[in-house]
């Protein structure tokens, strides 16, 4: 059986390992997310004609890394470019100033007697 004191001894012991982890494990994030950074200032200096479109290029990153999670994040966006360029010439041509043909309304001569029947 555990006493009291030894119970302390070993709780203070594991909140004392764990805040000296702290320092390591917060470095190491501001590394990685340094190396990010860097990767995608790099990406969207090499691919100019994707800066106005950061919501296609993330949702394509996104859907490659959901289908290759063990790949790194460079080949990631290696392998997205072409998706990228692909759905961006998709949406070129679309107008999305002006509406187009418009949708009937009125339903008052819709015969709704059969409704639900089998």
Request: charged fraction near 25%; proline fraction near 5%.
């Amino acid at each position: 059986m555990v006493t009291p004191e030894e119970r302390e001894d070993i709780i203070n012991a594991a909140v004392e390992r764990t805040l000296l982890m702290i320092p390591d494990t917060v470095g190491n994030l501001m590394a990685n997310h340094a190396a990010l950074h860097k990767l995608n200032t790099a990406f969207y200096t090499a691919h100019p004609e994707f800066r106005g479109k950061k919501d296609i290029v993330q949702s394509v990153v996104e859907m490659v890394e959901g289908k290759n999670p063990i790949m790194n994040y460079e080949e990631i966006l290696d392998k997205s470019v072409p998706e990228i360029q692909h759905r961006i010439l998709a949406i070129a041509d679309l107008n999305m100033t002006t509406a187009g043909t418009k949708l009937p309304t009125d339903f008052s001569e819709v015969d709704i007697s059969e409704n639900g029947k089998l």
